[in-house]
């Protein structure tokens, strides 16, 4: 910011860390506005997946392009992507909701590991409320115990006076210490998740 250093990158430490140094050489960075892009290989030496970091809500995400090499900046603040592969094309990022060509932009958001304020104690998902924009897109929530996905992948489709949708645990499941839900959505048209209440009872 001009007066100090800031650690920005301790979100994704442990991914990075977890790259060969082949990989790490070959990772590029980009600028988009306020936002910096930082592709990288996902497996292999060809550049995969990005991390994009905001610089106004400093918030990481990720995102999956066509395999990218180098990233320009244009005059106006959009970002071209050139392919990393033998059969080289250019790409505009970050045009709408299906980016890049005609395939969905797949996006999700991940809770860190929830202990509800006892991590000692075991818990047992209770219901949890989403709320989203009356778009009409289908949302889906699937949870984690103790890190094992438990594939449940409930639905809540938005729309108009339908805002707020509530999902229901299951008694039969069983307890946990540690609790994590993504919530996720894959349609070709706008969507907007504004909020995830999640409830668990806490066991003694």
């Not at 990075?16 to 892009?37: D, M």
């Not at 990481?60 to 970002?79: A, E, K, L, M």
């Not at 897109?137 to 594939?151: A, E, K, P, R, S």
Request: net charge negative.
């Amino acid at each position: 910011n001009g007066i100090e250093w800031t650690n920005i990158a301790k979100p994704i430490l442990a991914d990075y860390l977890a790259l060969t140094t082949a990989q790490r050489s070959n990772i590029c960075l980009g600028k988009r506005e306020r936002q910096l892009w930082v592709s990288f290989p996902a497996s292999g030496t060809t550049n995969t997946k990005t991390w994009v970091f905001d610089l106004d809500n400093r918030i990481w995400s990720r995102y999956t392009p066509t395999t990218v090499g180098i990233w320009v900046t244009h005059p106006d603040g959009s970002i071209y992507g050139a392919s990393a592969t033998t059969t080289i094309c250019v790409y505009k990022f970050d045009t709408g909701t299906s980016d890049p060509s005609s395939a969905a932009i797949a996006m999700y958001w991940e809770t860190p590991n929830l202990d509800f304020g006892s991590w000692f104690a075991d818990k047992r998902w209770f219901q949890s409320f989403i709320h989203s924009s009356s778009s009409g897109n289908t949302w889906t929530l699937d949870h984690y115990i103790d890190d094992v996905d438990q594939n449940d992948n409930q639905t809540f489709v938005s729309a108009a006076g339908t805002i707020v949708g509530r999902i229901v645990g299951k008694n039969s499941e069983k307890m946990g210490r540690f609790w994590r839900f993504k919530l996720s959505e894959s349609s070709t048209s706008a969507a907007e998740a504004y909020g995830l209440q999640i409830e668990a009872d806490v066991f003694p």
